[in-house]
């Protein structure tokens, strides 16, 4: 069938969608005008560590040119202590949504978990200096043990990207590290869907879904 496009305009915000000629258009979903807060992300606070290096690099870490391979703390630690002089930003799926949105004037916030190490230090200024309004608590003790998430990045000569990536404290996001008390002050409530793989961090996500809800 033919298909059109369907944009609707939520002030500041746009949503688009396409149906079939006939079919009953989808009903525009309004988020509130009357909120301090324009859009809340959730999700797995990542450090983005991009180097230059060689095959022979990837090579000597049984790595496969290309591809991104989730790796345990202690295997990340090892590269990265290996990986020649990088560049360190804050990433992950839902930070990087808030900080993009920061960029276009949005008012943007993000909860997610980071440790008390160099990393997090890190992640916390990089998404600060964005415009984000990072509200993340920082594992410490034997709690921090996995260290921040990090994606480790080799980036080789003929421009492939070859990913490791430790989730680290991050995919441990409880209920007890999201302040619910954010959730009624934003439009948008925001949740990464690779959170959703941990039975803590899904249970926080739904505890969120509840809040957004009734908010």
């Known amino acids: 069938p033919e298909r059109v496009g369907i944009v609707g305009v939520l002030g500041e915000f746009s949503i688009g969608h396409l149906v079939s000629v006939g079919s009953v258009a989808m009903t525009a979903l309004l988020p509130p005008s009357n909120r301090a807060l324009d859009v809340l992300c959730i999700g797995n606070a990542i450090v983005d560590v991009l180097a230059h290096t060689d095959d022979s690099f990837l090579d000597d870490h049984a790595m496969v040119k290309g591809s991104m391979q989730i790796t345990d ?20 799926s839902a930070a990087n949504t808030a900080a993009g949105l920061a960029s276009l004037g949005i008012s943007a916030a993000f909860i997610g978990k980071v440790a008390e190490d160099d990393l997090g230090d890190v992640f916390a200024h990089d998404i600060r200096a964005a415009g984000v309004a990072f509200h993340g608590l920082a594992a410490s003790g034997a709690d921090a043990a996995a260290g921040t998430a990090r994606c480790l990045i080799c980036v080789t000569p003929d421009a492939q990207r ?24 934003a439009r948008v409530v925001y949740l990464e869907g ?4 941990e039975p803590a961090a899904k249970s926080a996500l739904r505890n969120v879904m509840g809040w957004a809800a009734g908010a």
């Not at 703390?73 to 992950?92: K, L, Q």
């Not at 490791?164 to 959730?183: F, H, K, P, R």
């Not at 690779?194 to 793989?197: E, R």
């Open 73 to 92: 703390p202690d295997r990340a630690r090892t590269i990265y202590a290996a990986m020649p002089p990088a560049v360190e930003m804050s990433g992950g």
């Open 162 to 185: 070859t990913m490791n990536t430790s989730l680290g404290v991050a995919g441990q996001l409880t209920s007890e590290d999201v302040d619910l008390a954010l959730v009624p002050t």
């Open 194 to 197: 690779y959170l959703w793989d």
